[in-house]
């Protein structure tokens, strides 16, 4: 695959900004605590202008599940456009850490996105977290690196979430939320540049016609040039161009409807894969060095059409929702100097849904909601693998496809002054088909033999329950137990080599959890711990064959017990300090790969052990020169985690420490970011296949944006 942006710009211009950018980020991280004693520091107590989260128990769930009085317990984070932006998360790997027991590794490409909520994760086919844009599923783990452009809120769910969100939601739901015309009218321009070449555009517009219609348009482009070089090439193994836009219309056609129909459409054209030979002994990753050229392009288009209805003391709601995706890989996957195989798939897949919701809009004791859900998927994959040195290539066809059905019902019942039960079930029905065909070719004479083809059909039905109960002491404590299943579907493996790795088993999880949300009279102080333990039964593993590719398997039993825990303050006018803390220890119960490997009793690879993270922002408002001027620094930290099954390599413990200034005057906006500012060195993936490799993570970056808001 031939990118179109052939090496990485180098000038003398990114040199004298690179050097003049880690001065200014030095003084952003000195002149942050230095504001801090500043006795001239204008009061924000009582400033409109500012936003404050006033505690975490009083975050309103947004989605188009929860109810008017909602006394269904959950834990859940939610992160606001305010913290969004001062902490500078524009993809989902930057809540890494951020939020208590959530990793999101950044390696490979846009194509891998592997999620780990309480150390429930799917690596490679499918999902352990469900994710949803403004209600639109988005089914394929390839869809999920999505831009974040105009976000009004990030909403995380840890653990199973089943019975409402169905399959492959064992590790929880993410759901995005953007603004629509009726609650913000303008237009926004934002250009920004950094290191290694990391340049954005974005712009975007609301408009709000009358009372009863409104339009949304936005667009972006995003380029970096690469972080790794590829020595034997001698250019960026991972650089990047995405580039985008969205369009949405918003009808009020009657007084208690309301219709709104987003279309999106993505592209990605990016290097990848900067996969390094891993010195064991040494503990460190050599250079990328290998011959042939990786990549991945990705287009994506998703649409989605919603209708509410507001009843007396109910609402209804619609979603339907397709989605079209296309994307290529291209991989030298020995990723040495050697010519061994160069592995291309091609994957073009369409899903469309439907789902109706029903529930209740009132202040009865009983609070209910019911609905039923429905998809269809076809995913059409073209592998090859050219086996360069032997002088043939093989070639195969996937062609599967799959429908599922679903029914549930939760409901909640107010017991007595504040004490609250609730009982939920799903009903969950799934049928696939495979359609294969493998072919050789021999490259000496071009002859074609036929290898394999088969037809098979795979069915799944799973009853996945809830029970709840929770105590409401007064509108700021609460205490919470719960006890959730999840369920992932079994499918086809893509690649195997034997007829019994054709296909995996559905896994499912029991979570068990009970929690405290809490906080003072006057908002300075909120709090919440939660603890869980999770009974995992047929886990989904997935292991790297040299020239295959990855094969999923399932384990036996495993188990992931551990804590959350939040707390935020508000010392004085103008701070605002939050601390999330995730503890898991995630283990194989009984995992025998075969008669001569037991991992049982062995740690689940990719499950950080801790995940902590430190948020301190101070604003002031220095009104002769500025409208308002705030200071963010945030400190996160992960591990340690085992890579691979063996659990012979690990990640320890490390910390990467990030900065933000952002001033404001008028229409205008100036913000000076900086990530990794300590330049940490640590591993965000480890594999073992012909060798062992590894990739190393981010480097220190940063950068600057200016904006406008008319």
Known sequence: MKDGMKGCIRNRMENIMKDGMRHCIAATVALLFLVASAATATELENDSSIHVKKDLQEVVVVGTKANRHNLSPAAVSVMDAHQLQTRQVVNLNDLSGLLPNFYMPEYGSRQTTPISIRGVMSKVKGTAVGFYVDGIPHF???????????????????????????????????????????????????LGYGNYNHTLAQFSNYTRMGNSFGTHVSGYYQHNGGYFENTFLGRKADKMNLGGGKLGFYWNPAARWNLRLISSLDY??????????????????????????????????????????????????????????????????????????????????????????????????????????????????????????????????????????????????????????????????????????????????GRQTHLKDFTSSLNHTRLIPKIGVQYKFDNRNTAFANITQGYKA???????????????????????????????????????????????????????????????????????????????????????????????????????????????????????????????????????????????????????????????????????????????????????????LTNTDYLSYYFRSSAKYAQKGVPLTFGINAAIEL
Not at 385 to 407: C, F, H, N, P, W
Not at 507 to 524: A, D, I
Not at 603 to 612: D, E, F, G, L, N
């Open 268 to 445: 990605t054209n990016q290097g990848g894969y900067p996969y390094a030979v891993y010195d064991a002994a040494k503990q460190e990753a050599g250079n990328v060095d290998y011959n042939r050229e990786c990549g991945y392009k990705r287009i994506i288009s998703t649409n989605g059409l919603t209708a509410h209805y507001q009843g007396d003391g109910f609402t209804l709601n619609s979603q339907t929702s397709f989605q079209h995706i296309h994307d290529n890989q291209q991989l030298d996957q020995d990723f040495t100097r050697q010519d061994n195989f160069f592995v291309t798939n091609g994957v073009t897949q369409n899903v469309w849904s439907e789902e109706l919701t029903l529930k209740s809009d009132n202040d009865s004791r009983l609070q209910w909601i019911a609905g039923v859900f429905g998809f269809a998927q076809r995913a059409v994959q073209d592998q090859s693998t050219d086996y360069i040195m032997k002088k043939y290539l093989e070639a195969a066809r996937y062609d599967i496809s799959t429908q599922g059905l679903a029914v549930f019902a939760q409901g909640s019942y107010n017991l007595w002054r504040g004490l609250s039960a609730t009982l939920g079930l799903r009903l969950d029905y799934e049928h696939s088909t495979i359609d294969y065909n493998r072919e050789k070719t021999d490259h000496t004479d």
């Open 140 to 190: 394929e783990t390839s869809a999920f690196d999505a831009n974040m452009l105009d976000l009004r809120a990030i909403e995380v769910f840890r653990g199973p979430q089943g019975t409402l969100y169905g399959r492959n939601t064992i590790g929880g739901v993410i759901s995005l939320y953007t603004p629509t015309p009726f609650e913000y009218q303008g237009t926004k321009v934002r």
């Open 490 to 676: 079994g499918a086809f493996n893509q690649t195997f080599q034997k007829d019994e790795e054709r296909s995996y088993a559905p896994e499912y999880n029991w979570n068990y959890e009970v929690g405290v949300k809490t906080g003072t009279r006057n908002g300075k102080v909120s709090g919440e711990l939660t603890l869980f333990y999770i009974d995992w039964r047929h886990q989904q593993i997935s292991r790297t064959v040299p020239g295959v590719g990855n094969i999923i398997s399932n384990a036996g039993h495993s188990e992931s017990k551990g804590m959350e825990a939040s707390l935020q303050l508000r010392p004085a006018g103008g701070w605002l300090v939050q601390a999330n803390y995730g503890y898991t220890y995630a283990r194989f119960l009984d995992y025998k790969k075969n008669e001569k490997t037991d991992y049982s009793h062995n740690m689940i690879p990719m499950v950080p052990r801790h995940t902590v993270a430190l948020n301190a922002e101070y604003s002031i408002c220095p009104r002769r020169i500025l409208d308002r001027l705030t200071f963010s620094a945030n400190l996160t930290g992960t591990g340690k985690l085992y890579w691979i099954e063996d659990n012979e390599q690990v990640q320890d413990f490390y910390m990467l420490l990030g900065g933000k200034i952002i001033a404001r005057k008028g229409i205008f906006s100036l913000e000076l970011w900086g990530k990794n």
